[in-house]
């Protein structure tokens, strides 16, 4: 089955959650605009639409937080006035894109009554008149699928590939010159090849505990490299572990809070590598082509580095894939059962790599795609 692009020009695409998920549906954008339609209008949360003006493929975003996901939204103002706003911008047709464990409905039916003729999404059971394209919900069951690829797939249906399956993330000049201002005004004359560290991640369940961070890095002080901490104190420890280690790493210098997103990302396409938990910064370090040491909670299998140089880091548990945002056993273990030393290790070899060539499988190695 596929659309008559001909008659396919402004397509609404739909991904209502955190940045990270918003970056991994831009190849499948991308596919969109290769397979003809002239116009991307992005709908997304608040946090989502912060990268818009950063992704090439989407001409308009929209940003809105609806009643069924997680977000401090009250009321149901913005719910009435979002139908209205997709009516008068009169899309063709519209993309849900979800995670397999989401239901598209609530989005199809904001679909439906603005009047939008052509939906396509997965979904588990039948839609009947929501969803046009019915693309039948087969995950985790048979496969699970990279976020990135299941996106793609989506949109295969519908006869859109693209030959570039990248994530997008732009930076450009005005980024890079005040970054460089910042930096001058903090004593760092360097022009890249730092040791990049993000310390934290929405769910609690995901940040690699700030004590044996701090020792990971005592660990690369050898390396000769400044070490910039990019963010993470919404995970409390942070701060006092940092406090404990700052005379082990003189090298260290804390941005948390003070760059732009578009700062964030100048500062990570000079890096030399980014340490971090399985969150937004590893997705905009893999679309800028960054090698990431990724240490990766197995809350979910799907959301590993995206085709570049990474090294998954892990401890296999009985508890994995439970999707939990708060370790429900309270032990952390497949965070906690990673040494410090490990992740030293891997960061220092891909420091040491002579290219940042992009990886070519769509999982790496070092985790399994299927639970």
């Known amino acids: 089955m596929s659309w008559d692009w001909s008659e396919v020009e402004h397509v609404l695409c739909i991904r209502l959650d955190n940045m ?70 009169r899309p063709d047709a519209a993309v849900i894109f979800t995670t397999y464990s989401q239901s598209p ?23 009947y008149r929501l969803i046009s394209d019915w693309v039948k919900e087969t995950e985790p ?32 000049d005005a980024d890079r010159i005040s970054l460089r201002r910042k930096l001058i ?28 961070l ?9 390396e000769g490299r400044r070490i910039l901490l990019l963010g993470g104190h919404e995970d409390p420890a942070l701060s006092q572990a940092l406090e404990r280690s700052r005379a082990m790493l003189p090298g260290l ?32 370090s893999a679309a800028l082509g960054v090698p990431v040491v990724d240490m990766y909670a197995l809350t979910n299998p799907q959301h590993t580095p995206w085709r570049t140089q990474a090294r998954v880091l892990y401890q296999d548990v009985p508890c994995k ?5 708060v370790c429900e056993q309270g032990h952390h273990a497949c965070l906690t059962g990673v040494a410090p030393q490990q992740v030293t290790a891997a960061a220092r070899e891909l420091l040491n790599l002579d290219g940042h060539s992009p990886a070519q499988a769509p999982c790496p190695q070092e985790i399994s795609c299927l639970p």
Request: aromatic fraction near 4%; charge should be negative.
């Open 214 to 222: 701090m020792q990971a890095l005592i660990g690369l002080r050898g």
């Open 141 to 172: 069951a048979t496969e699970i699928r990279h976020e990135v690829q299941r996106q793609l797939d989506l949109v295969n249906h519908v006869g859109a590939q693209c030959d570039d399956t990248r994530m997008s993330f732009h930076v450009d």
């Open 321 to 325: 894939y439970c999707y939990r945002s």
């Open 20 to 89: 990270g998920d918003v970056l991994m549906c831009t190849p499948a954008m991308r596919a969109l605009r290769v397979a003809g339609a002239k116009h991307l209008t992005l709908l997304t949360s608040e946090a989502g639409a912060r990268l818009a003006p950063h992704i090439p493929e989407a001409d308009t975003a929209i940003a809105y937080d609806p009643a069924w996901v997680k977000n401090t939204s009250i009321g149901n103002h913005a719910d009435l006035e979002i139908i209205e706003r997709l009516r008068r911008a």
């Open 253 to 284: 210098t804390d941005l948390s809070g003070q760059l732009t997103l578009g700062e964030l990302g100048a500062v990570l396409e000079a890096a030399g590598v980014m340490i971090c938990n399985n969150s937004g910064p590893a997705h905009l």
């Open 105 to 127: 409905l609530p989005a199809a039916l904001m679909c439906h009554l603005a009047g939008i003729p052509r939906v396509l999404a997965h979904c588990r059971e039948n839609p």
């Open 185 to 212: 005004s903090r004593g760092i004359h360097e022009t890249g090849g730092w040791i990049c560290v993000h310390a934290g991640a929405t769910a609690a369940s995901r940040r690699y505990p700030a004590e044996m």
